[in-house]
């Protein structure tokens, strides 16, 4: 089992910048993807970057290209989400999982471990 603790959320205004990030520890050689999901009251988990530990390729939704940034720090074991001009509708509880799959998938259920998740709260 990986165990995933997530840091960094809080509450910023509109067009701020926040960096959130995610240590992974325990049994860390299973996994293969890291990615970063958001969720707000009512809905499901929404999928937004992935990155690999072995090549650090990335991918991400359409809705955050160009304004959110995935990186991977291989011997910090941490993962981060760099989020830029940030708007109202990013406030969410944001949560890194990973997975030992060998491609990047946008599905939560292709995550076998997940962290506690943190608030980002974007103000008007």
């Known amino acids: 089992q990986v165990q995933l603790v997530e840091s960094g959320g809080g509450l910023v205004q509109t067009g701020d910048s926040l960096r959130l990030s995610c240590v992974a520890s325990g049994r860390t050689f299973r996994s293969y993807v890291m990615a970063w999901f958001r969720q707000t009251p009512g809905k499901e988990r929404a999928f937004l970057a992935a990155g690999t530990w072995s090549d650090s390729n990335t991918y991400y939704t359409d809705s955050v290209k160009g304004r959110f940034s995935i990186s991977v720090d291989n011997a910090k074991n941490t993962v981060y989400l760099q989020m830029n001009s940030l708007k109202p509708e990013d406030t969410a509880v944001y949560y890194c999982?990973?997975?030992?799959?060998?491609?990047?998938?946008?599905?939560?259920?292709?995550?076998?471990?997940w962290g506690q998740g943190t608030q980002v709260t974007v103000s008007s």
């Open positions: 999982a990973t997975s030992s799959q060998r491609s990047i998938y946008t599905t939560p259920n292709a995550y076998d471990s």
